[in-house]
């Protein structure tokens, strides 16, 4: 209960007050950029078209953007790419928020929007959605330092289906998180392929991820 109050208090601060150095610099090109690039192309197959409208989802830093913007962009010479993230004004040692970084790494990417929000405010529809490990236990939730109160991993699975136009791909953190994944899709009835291990040379985890193919029946 302690610690549920303290990411209360926490989160709301850094909500409110948006603080941050400016003006971020990195490095635009990573491991986490080629490691994404190198699942969406193993595991997606868009179809080519005039246009194409994608949402990734808890996006944090967006350290990854150039990745995705490079596999999606290969499908539409006009790419509508919109991360969000909830916590968006979390602060790094170096007192750089999270909103600062992702400014930085979609610079030059047109049409990519990064929008500090929560997903649940998100309308309209997408062509495709990455989702890379959601929250589907609370430890991982409140060791980022987010309130309980947004654990709600049914309440935004089904909000997410409800966006999907195409196709969406999750990656969650282990077996155990990978299962639980299982239910809610069948607990929403939502149809999907498991991929089992997902995995690539540009980047290593110490834990197994595992994936699901999620798409729309029209698809």
Same mark, same amino acid.
């Given at each position: 209960?302690?610690?549920?109050? *303290? %990411?209360?208090?926490?989160?709301?601060?850094?909500?409110?007050?948006?603080?941050?150095?400016?003006?971020?610099?990195?490095?635009?090109?990573?491991? $986490?950029? $080629?490691?994404?690039? /190198? !699942?969406?192309?193993?595991?997606? @197959?868009? @179809?080519?078209? #005039?246009?194409? *409208?994608?949402?990734?989802?808890?996006?944090?830093?967006?350290?990854?953007? *150039?990745?995705?913007?490079?596999?999606?962009?290969?499908?539409?010479?006009?790419?509508?790419? #919109?991360?969000?993230?909830?916590? =968006?004004?979390?602060?790094?040692?170096?007192?750089?928020?999270?909103? $600062?970084? =992702?400014?930085?790494?979609?610079?030059?990417?047109?049409?990519? %929007?990064?929008?500090?929000? /929560?997903?649940? %405010?998100?309308?309209?529809?997408? /062509?495709?959605?990455?989702?890379?490990?959601?929250?589907?236990? &609370?430890?991982?939730?409140?060791?980022?330092?987010? &309130?309980?109160?947004?654990?709600? &991993?049914?309440?935004?699975?089904?909000?997410?289906?409800?966006?999907?136009? *195409?196709?969406?791909? !999750?990656?969650?953190?282990?077996?155990?998180? =990978?299962?639980?994944?299982?239910?809610?899709?069948?607990? +929403?009835?939502?149809?999907?392929?498991? +991929?089992?291990?997902?995995?690539? @040379?540009? +980047?290593?985890?110490?834990?197994?991820?595992?994936?699901?193919?999620?798409?729309?029946?029209?698809?």
């Amino acid at each position: 209960m302690f610690d549920d109050l *303290r %990411n209360r208090f926490d989160f709301f601060i850094r909500s409110k007050t948006k603080f941050s150095r400016k003006n971020y610099r990195g490095e635009a090109e990573n491991p $986490e950029s $080629e490691y994404v690039y /190198d !699942i969406l192309s193993k595991f997606m @197959k868009p @179809k080519e078209r #005039d246009s194409l *409208r994608v949402l990734d989802i808890g996006s944090k830093n967006w350290a990854y953007v *150039r990745g995705e913007y490079r596999f999606f962009r290969q499908f539409s010479p006009n790419l509508e790419l #919109d991360g969000v993230e909830i916590d =968006a004004y979390r602060l790094y040692s170096n007192f750089y928020s999270r909103y $600062e970084a =992702a400014k930085f790494y979609i610079k030059g990417l047109e049409g990519a %929007n990064y929008y500090p929000d /929560d997903l649940l %405010n998100i309308g309209g529809k997408y /062509d495709y959605i990455v989702w890379l490990l959601p929250f589907v236990t &609370p430890y991982p939730l409140k060791r980022w330092g987010l &309130p309980e109160r947004y654990f709600m &991993p049914e309440k935004l699975l089904k909000h997410a289906y409800g966006l999907l136009e *195409r196709e969406m791909f !999750i990656v969650n953190q282990g077996e155990e998180e =990978a299962e639980i994944q299982r239910a809610l899709l069948e607990k +929403l009835k939502i149809p999907y392929e498991f +991929l089992g291990t997902i995995s690539s @040379k540009a +980047l290593e985890f110490k834990n197994l991820r595992y994936g699901y193919i999620i798409k729309k029946d029209n698809y």
